[in-house]
Every structure is written in structure tokens, then in C-alpha cells.
């Protein structure tokens, strides 16, 4: 057994082993993170989601659009021409709210209930919940709420709002998202703020808070995004109204043959119209699709977030679970806990059909390296179990979660079954599945609150699936915006929730959901972080330079990541 630092790493004969007797000398093990640096951008052949972030739990890289037709209004996504792509500069004064915000929200006012959520602050959510919650460690939570990650210090988390057959109603976590959506669909607080909103809240309290570091003598600023420009270009006006220097707004695609951003040295570069390279000093990154492909996990150039906290578990369901794990034993004995389906981690695909037969024959699939609407389905008989089966998957191993449907059809679990609490009936008495989505930001004075909006699913909920047999489960339950027409992504909008006067009565929720909804959300980012913690060794002191006082810090650990994520295909794609 191969063992460094206490950790029992397996067989000599490891995938990570057999890919390093293949790498390069730069690439060789006393030196891959060093090879990181510079990492080359290896073309693959994903999708480019433009303008709509949709993760859910409940997502499907199936082509929606040929199997269940949109309905009402949908917002075309137009692909993008690659290789000729360059950055422009976002200067002081240029920020308007009709460029960031969707029209919806623009002319939306934001429902009393959740403005009294988001002014509440940490020390009056903190007695609430411990006030309705007494076996709640108050000392524990108030450390939770106070938390400052190292890695992780933007994020967004998908719950449902689920009930048991005895009532007992609570939120529980579907994922956690590094760079997350939802600014464009927050109604603003008051209408005497400034026109910021969110976006103003997280480059003011984090970013900002973050490069206060860094010597401006080594570069520019730059937000890069490979998705959601509109919000991409939101937080580069914020960042110029606040920093009052230019920002470089630029788009890098993991597919593009010569992209507009390089790394020399560990230090991003991004190419102009002119074709001249500018060096940055630290990058807001809004980059989802694959992005250890394009950024090194050690980097001269402080990135938000830092790509660690992506393959931790922030675009990684398979470590996000680990990571709860570990949160959750750390937390015994307090009442906390992170609260998650039950989740079945490194399941090969002839596993699967054994698993979905223990937990009733429902069952969530997912690619845990999938995002934007992608890589889970959602199983509840045996033509769904067929179709995941024949289909072919790039990544060698799956996550296998229990099903949150109606009573009647949900996941056996240890814990019983778990349904959703669903919409408000509406006037032909359909009740619809529904997501939250919680973002947050943290610095050195804890988390806050940042945006919320939720989502709703196609079909209404059937009591029972023998009632309307050509309704998929995908039908009912997935919640994503985003599906595919033809080769063209679309949004359909009109199934977005906002936190207004009108849509949000649906949802049903109260603040103490939306209490618990911002505690769930808090615990799955701080067990992301410490599993970022993890991943991250100490170097020697002599590593470090002091111009760049986070550079080489701490190096990623392989062995102990190959060790928790045995996934060959993952491997190779950071290894690139």
C-alpha cells in the first residue's frame, strides 16, 4: 500500500499513476503542479450555455426540447464564433440595470417577507433558529455564520422545501454551485438603494475584500466568463464603478482553438482587439463548463473563486458529498447537520440498476461533473433506467441518489421517505415541484445573503404515476430553465419564480424556510471549503514569493483527491 501524509492512497498501480507514466517530464509526479501553472487549454466538444445558469439536481443533458415541446415564451441563446474572440474594457459609469436584470425584475417589487430575510443579519437569524431549534449548539452555529473560507467565498445552493408523511417540513440541500447564477432575477431590496443590487454586494464585500491583497503594479482586472453574460458584464461595471480603473471583460470557452486568455508563469494574460497581452492581477471568474481545463489550481493571479473549491465539490457532486460527510461528523452532537438526499458516491454503470432496486425503483442519476442543466436523470421505471443505460457517458462514475417525488413514489430511504411540499395550488388545484435557489457571499465577517429566485417544473405533480402514464418523471420534477432546440439553447423564463409580490405567495415558504434555506446553504459551502482545506497541502516557506503572498501556499494533493474521487476520466482532464 502506497501511503504519504496518513492517507492509504491504494495500489501502486493506481489510474493516476498509469496516467503520470504517460505525462510529460513537466507533468511528472514531483512537478505536477508546477505544470499546472501554465496549463494548456484542451478542446472538448461540451456545449456553450450562454445566458442561463440552470443547475438542479433534477437537470437533464437529454434533449428536452424533442421530447417535451416548450411552452410560452422562450429567450433564444445564440452560439458563439470562436476563435477570434478578444477583450473590451468596462469603464467607470457604464453599469445599467436594463443590461443586468431581466425586464421582469426591473419593473418587480420585492415581497415584504424576503426583504425582512435579507435584513435581518447573522445575530437576529442566529436567535431565531436557535429559538425554534433549542437542541441547536447556539456557540456552533454562531461559528458557522461567522466562518471566512479560504477557497469557497461565493456560492449558490439549490434546496427543496420537503415534508415527511408526518409532516415534518424542511429545507434539504440538491446542490452547491461555485459562480453561481441568479443576480439578473433578484428584484432590488429598495428602491432607494442603487442600482447594484446584488452585484454590488458581492464585489464590494468579497472581491474587493479579496484583491485588497494584491499590488496593483502587477496587472489589470478582469471578470472571465464562459456563460451568463449578462451577469458576466454586471459584476465588470459594478467592479469599475467601485474600483474606478478599467476592467477587462472577456470570453474563454474550453472548445475555443485560440482563446483571448493564456497563463504565463502563473499569471493570466488576456489578448485586446489589437491583439496585445495584458497581465492580470486578479480575475472575478464566472467560468462553469470544465474549468479546471482552463485554469491551474495554483495561480499567481488571485481568482474568485479558486478552482480548488470546483473540484472539492463546488462543480463536483461526487466530493460535495464526501464533503458533507466529513462536515456532518465534524458537527455530531451540535443539532447541525447538512441535509442532503441519500447519496450513493463512485457507482459504475453496471452498479446502478442494484441500487436503484434498493431504493424502491426511484432514483436520481448523475454525472457529478455536470452542470447548466446536464448529466442527472431522474428514474422511475424501467424505460428511464433503459434510456440512462444505452446513452453514452464520458466519465466513468456516477452518483446515485434517492428520489424526491410525490408520497406515493418517492426513494426508500433509512430515514423513510421524503415528498415535496410543492407549490400552492393553483385555480385546477395542480401543485407543481419547485427549487430555491440561496446565494451567499462570505469575508472576514461571516456570510450574508446575497440573491434568491426559484424555479418550477413543466408539469404539475401526479399523486400517482399510473394516472397519466405518458408524463415522465422528468416532466414533474426537473426544474432546470434552460432546454435545447436543435443545436440552440433556450430559456424558458416563464417558468422562473421571482421574489415579488406575485410569484412568490406561490412558493408557500415563510422566513423561517427561508432561515433554514440560508443555514443549509451556509453548512454545504463551509464542508465544500474545508474539503478544499484538505485537498490543499502546506509547501515549504522557501516556495512562496512574496509578491505573490497566496502563490504556492499550499499544493494540491493528487493522491488524496485520486483516493476520494477514482475517477480516470476527471483525472486526465486535470492532468492536461
Known amino acids: 500500500m502506497l501511503k504519504q501524509q496518513g492517507h492509504v492512497l491504494g495500489d501502486p498501480l493506481t489510474p493516476l499513476n498509469q496516467l503520470r507514466s504517460h505525462a510529460s517530464p513537466a507533468q511528472s509526479a514531483s512537478s505536477v503542479n508546477a505544470a499546472l501553472i501554465g496549463a494548456a487549454v484542451a478542446p472538448e466538444l461540451d456545449a456553450i450555455v450562454s445566458d442561463n445558469e440552470s443547475e438542479n439536481s433534477y437537470s437533464s443533458h437529454r434533449d428536452t426540447a424533442e421530447k417535451f415541446p416548450a411552452t410560452g415564451p422562450v429567450v433564444a441563446k445564440k452560439k458563439k464564433s470562436l476563435g477570434d474572440l478578444h477583450a473590451k474594457l468596462i469603464g467607470a459609469g457604464e453599469f445599467e440595470a436594463e443590461k443586468h436584470f431581466y425586464p421582469r425584475v426591473l419593473n418587480a417589487h420585492i415581497h415584504p417577507l424576503v426583504s425582512s430575510f435579507l435584513t435581518l443579519g447573522n445575530e437576529r437569524i442566529l436567535a431565531r433558529y436557535t429559538h425554534l431549534n433549542p437542541q441547536v449548539n447556539l456557540e456552533a452555529l454562531k461559528n458557522m455564520l461567522n466562518y471566512r473560507p479560504k477557497y469557497f467565498q461565493w456560492a449558490g445552493s439549490d434546496l427543496f422545501n420537503v415534508t415527511t408523511a408526518s409532516g415534518q417540513r424542511q429545507m434539504i440541500i440538491v446542490e452547491t454551485n461555485s459562480c453561481p447564477s441568479g443576480q439578473k432575477s433578484m428584484p432590488l431590496l429598495s428602491e432607494l438603494e442603487n442600482d447594484y443590487g446584488g452585484y454590488g454586494i458581492v464585489i464590494d464585500q468579497t472581491f474587493n475584500d479579496l484583491i485588497s491583497k494584491a499590488d496593483k503594479s502587477l496587472g489589470d482586472l478582469a471578470v472571465v466568463y464562459d456563460k451568463n453574460p449578462m451577469e458576466a458584464s454586471g459584476y465588470a461595471a459594478v467592479m469599475a464603478d467601485q474600483t474606478r480603473e478599467p476592467i477587462w471583460l472577456v470570453e474563454f470557452y474550453d472548445e475555443d482553438p485560440d482563446p483571448p486568455v493564456r497563463w504565463d508563469d502563473g499569471v493570466m494574460n488576456i489578448r485586446d482587439a489589437d491583439g496585445v497581452w495584458h497581465s492580470i492581477r486578479a480575475c472575478f471568474r464566472y467560468v462553469t463548463q470544465k474549468p479546471w481545463n482552463r485554469f491551474p489550481i495554483n495561480s499567481k493571479t488571485i481568482v474568485l473563486n479558486s478552482i480548488v473549491s470546483c473540484l472539492a ?92 417525488g410525490n408520497a406515493s413514489w418517492s426513494s426508500t430511504t433509512r430515514a423513510g421517505k421524503f415528498y415535496h411540499v410543492g407549490t400552492i395550488p393553483n385555480k385546477k388545484n395542480h401543485t407543481f415541484v419547485s427549487d430555491l435557489r440561496m446565494m451567499v457571499c462570505a469575508n472576514a465577517s461571516g456570510f450574508k445573503p446575497v440573491a434568491i429566485y426559484a424555479r418550477r417544473a413543466r408539469k404539475p405533480l401526479l399523486r400517482y404515476l399510473e394516472d397519466e402514464p405518458l408524463t415522465t418523471s422528468w416532466e414533474m420534477l426537473g426544474t432546470n430553465l434552460s432546454v435545447k432546440q436543435g443545436d440552440e439553447w433556450t430559456t424558458e423564463a416563464q417558468r422562473l419564480l421571482l421574489m415579488d409580490r406575485k410569484d412568490f405567495n406561490q412558493l408557500g415558504l415563510g422566513v423561517d424556510d427561508l432561515i433554514d434555506a440560508y443555514i443549509q446553504t451556509i453548512l454545504s459551502v463551509i464542508a465544500i471549503d474545508k474539503m478544499a482545506q484538505r485537498l490543499m497541502r502546506e509547501s515549504s516557506a522557501d516556495a512562496v514569493d512574496p509578491r505573490y503572498p497566496l502563490f504556492n501556499q499550499n499544493l494540491f494533493d493528487f493522491e488524496l483527491f485520486e483516493a476520494l474521487n477514482p475517477d480516470v476520466a476527471l483525472l486526465q482532464e486535470i492532468l492536461q
Do not use: C
Request: cysteine-free.
Open 313 to 404: 465539490g463546488g462543480r463536483n457532486k461526487a466530493m460535495a458529498a464526501r464533503a458533507y460527510d466529513f462536515l456532518n461528523a465534524e458537527l455530531d452532537g451540535t443539532g447541525l447537520s447538512v441535509r442532503i438526499p441519500e447519496t450513493i458516491r463512485n457507482v459504475t454503470k453496471g452498479e446502478i440498476p442494484l441500487w436503484l432496486d434498493s431504493m424502491g425503483g426511484h432514483a436520481v442519476l448523475k454525472v457529478p461533473y455536470s452542470n447548466a442543466g446536464q448529466g442527472v436523470y431522474t428514474v422511475t421505471n424501467k424505460n428511464e433506467l433503459q434510456a440512462f443505460m444505452e446513452a453514452e457517458h464520458h466519465y466513468d462514475k456516477f452518483i446515485v441518489q434517492t428520489l424526491v
